[in-house]
Every structure is written in structure tokens, then in C-alpha cells.
């Protein structure tokens, strides 16, 4: 009888961070939706959520709640919450973890939903009209995962074991690197912007089907991603041109950084060799960067960030370039690659007007060749203040192809 009375344990606890203090409050609150009935097919899930929104009463606040099993638990109205708060974030962290050690999950992963800029951050709030840096994400799930030990010793071995980012453009090294430090294991996200409301919320289901196979359950995430349909027949579409699933194992994650210093101090040392900087450039051009749809303009910084193995093989071959230049363009795809579990993209976005993405396979990596490209938002937006752009030697190689 004691027994009974024991609540299922759980595979996965999914925190769902949605930021809806924006004008994608309602369009991504289908997600939670999505979660709701999804939870009633797989009672290995446990949805722990943390929803700032206006939807139904026209008045920010934030909704705190549970969903498993069809239903909702936990729920609390609270005043709204700020969702670019790096400690708003963390607290959060930590509560997915305290309902994680109490459902027994074995895993737990996070995701943010929201606006996203890449390696300048995400989670944008309009009422306090601000951003969350990148590196202040990664830190704040560090600081979760930190607080969630300190208040429960006996669960101090839990962490985030991945993070599936329901915004536009975060699979990049930058954001890989810093979760990685952050002692994520897992990234699922798009590099390329996305159309919302985004990343179904049965990919927790894919997480929790596939315990202890990685691949399985890389290849799992990205085809529910890239099967959804939005909208209706005749006019529906599809949320992303591009999806991975990337593995940041933390001696992954040094042969990139390594690689990718080795290719940019090659770089920077060509700095008086007029042609090997024109070939340099000649093929970084080749590589079209991200926000390849119809109506981006010009000045967008997102232009710089291009799928980092097509470009690192581009580089390798090359023949107009030095052997240490296009070895180490080679090293630096290898490592890359290596961080792929799984990957999908699309020949023809019908969304972005049919614009190709066969080549955005894996992460991105920002590579200016022009003034403009460096960091062109900076400082409400900035790609470049964060230690992976810092530990690979960027600044030396863009100051010689920008």
C-alpha cells in the first residue's frame, strides 16, 4: 500500500523558461499547450514551468506550474517576474532540479524559450527592455545547478544534463563553449533564425525514450523538430531551416578551442600576405552567414555567423593557401564535426522564400570580413564579449580580415 501511494518516477524533468513579456507571448504559448497534451502519452516527463505572460487577462504576470499526466500541479500567480535576470534564471534552474530529485527523473534538461540573438544572448524582456548576455545564461544555469547543492546535499550530483533553445540562431560555439563550462552535456538548437512559435515540446519525449543513447536521441529531437508543422493545411510551415543536437563534452569542447585558436592565430600571422588575406576572404564570402530571409536588412550582425564546418572546409581546400593554413582549417572542421550528434537541414526554407540552408550543418562560428560585421549592436548586443571568442584568438584574426 505504502508503495502505491509513491509517485511514477520520472526519465526526464523538462523546465520550460518561457519568456513571453514580448510580442511572442502568444504565438509560443502554443508550446505549453503542446505540453500539456503531450504529458498525457508519456508519463516519463515531468514539465516544470516558469511562464511570463499577458495571454488572457492583457496584464503581464508569471505562472509557475507543473504539467505531467494531463495535468497541472504546483501553479502559482506571482507578480511578473524579470526573464532577462540572470538570478531569475538560476532560481528557476534550481527549482527544475528540487522537482527533478523529488519525481526521481534521471535526467533533467532546460529550455528557454524566447527571442534569441546567438552569441550576443537571448530571453528578451520589453517591460524592463533588456537582454540576458550569453555568458550570463550559461552562468546562471551554473549558479542553479550550484544553489539546488547547497540547499540539497543529498542530490548535489545532479546538473542540467541539456539545453534545448527554442530561440533563433543558438547553435553557435560561443553558446556550446559556455554551456559546456557550465557543465552541460547537451545543446539542441537551431543555427539560423526560427519561426515561432518553435521547437515542439515532444522533444522531451524523444529525450526520454532514448536513456543512455545519445544518437538515438540526437536523431529523435532533430526529426520531431524538423517534422512539426504549424498553421493549416495549404499555409502551414515549418519552425526551423536547420536543427543539431551537439554534444559539449568538455574534452570535445577543448580539441575546438584549441583547433579553432591554431586556425585563427594561422590567420593572424598572414596579416602582410595580401593574397592569402584576399582567399581568406573570398571563401568566408562563399559561406553565407545567417538571417537568410527576404526581409533582413543589410546592417543585421547575424551575417557573420556562418555554419563553421562548411567555412573551416572551404579553408581546407583551398589551394591557394598555405599547408599550416589549410591543416589547420581541416583540424578545426574535425573538431567541429565531432560535436554533432544530429543534424537536419532544409535545400528550400519556404518560410525564409526558399532560401538554401544544405550547408548549415552543425554550430556557427562569427567571422567577420568587414568593419560593419565585427560587432555591429555592440553594446546592447555583442558577439564577441565572451570567452570563446576571447580563448580562440577571434580578435587577432578579424583584426586582419575586417
Not at 100 to 116: C, F, N, R
Not at 339 to 366: C, M, Q
Request: aromatic share 6%; proline share 5%.
Amino acid at each position: 500500500m505504502v508503495e502505491s501511494l509513491r509517485p511514477a518516477q520520472r526519465s526526464v524533468e523538462f523546465g520550460i523558461y518561457r519568456d513571453g513579456d514580448n510580442n511572442l507571448d502568444e504565438s509560443q504559448g502554443i508550446t505549453l499547450r503542446q505540453a500539456l497534451k503531450d504529458s498525457t502519452r508519456d508519463p516519463r516527463v515531468e514539465y516544470t514551468v516558469q511562464d511570463t505572460t499577458s495571454a488572457g487577462t492583457g496584464r503581464l504576470r508569471t505562472d509557475c506550474f507543473t504539467i505531467s499526466g494531463g495535468g497541472v500541479g504546483q501553479a502559482q500567480i506571482d507578480a511578473p517576474h524579470d526573464m532577462a535576470s540572470e538570478k531569475n534564471l538560476a532560481k528557476f534552474v534550481a527549482h527544475v532540479l528540487e522537482n527533478a530529485e523529488k519525481s526521481g527523473a534521471k535526467q533533467t534538461w532546460i529550455e528557454l524559450t524566447d527571442h534569441g540573438a546567438g552569441d550576443g544572448g537571448g530571453l528578451e524582456a520589453d517591460s524592463t527592455g533588456r537582454i540576458m548576455p550569453m555568458p550570463q545564461i550559461a552562468q546562471a544555469i551554473s549558479d542553479g545547478v550550484r544553489m539546488h547543492a547547497q540547499e540539497h546535499p543529498e542530490d548535489a550530483g545532479r546538473g542540467v544534463d541539456g539545453v534545448v533553445a527554442n530561440q533563433c540562431l543558438m547553435a553557435s560555439l560561443g553558446f556550446a563553449d559556455a554551456l559546456s563550462h557550465a557543465g552541460v552535456r547537451y545543446l539542441a538548437a537551431s543555427p539560423e533564425t526560427m519561426v515561432s512559435p518553435g521547437v515542439p515540446s515532444n522533444v522531451a519525449d524523444a529525450i526520454a525514450k532514448h536513456p543512455g543513447d545519445a544518437n538515438a536521441m540526437g536523431d529523435a529531437v532533430v526529426g520531431d523538430v524538423m517534422r512539426q508543422s504549424y498553421g493549416v493545411k495549404g499555409d502551414d510551415w515549418k519552425p526551423a531551416a536547420a536543427f543539431d543536437v551537439l554534444d559539449l563534452d568538455p574534452a570535445k569542447m577543448r580539441q575546438v578551442e584549441s583547433s579553432v585558436k591554431d586556425l585563427n592565430d594561422t590567420i593572424a600571422a598572414h596579416k602582410n600576405d595580401a593574397a592569402s588575406v584576399d582567399a581568406l576572404r573570398s571563401d568566408a564570402r562563399s559561406i553565407r552567414g545567417m538571417v537568410r530571409f527576404h526581409d533582413a536588412t543589410p546592417d543585421m550582425p547575424w551575417h557573420a555567423d556562418r555554419p563553421a564546418m562548411a567555412l573551416y572546409d572551404t579553408i581546407a581546400s583551398d589551394t591557394r593557401l598555405d599547408s599550416p593554413t589549410r591543416d589547420a582549417a581541416a583540424k578545426a572542421e574535425k573538431a567541429v564535426s565531432d560535436l554533432v550528434i544530429a543534424h537536419k537541414e532544409s535545400r528550400a526554407f519556404a518560410p525564409f522564400n526558399g532560401s538554401n540552408y544544405s550547408d548549415a550543418a552543425g554550430p556557427t562560428v562569427h567571422f567577420p570580413i568587414k568593419p560593419g560585421q565585427v560587432d555591429p549592436w555592440a553594446p546592447r548586443v555583442s558577439e564577441t564579449h565572451n570567452r570563446f571568442f576571447s580563448e580562440t584568438d577571434a580578435a587577432a584574426a578579424e583584426r586582419v580580415l575586417a
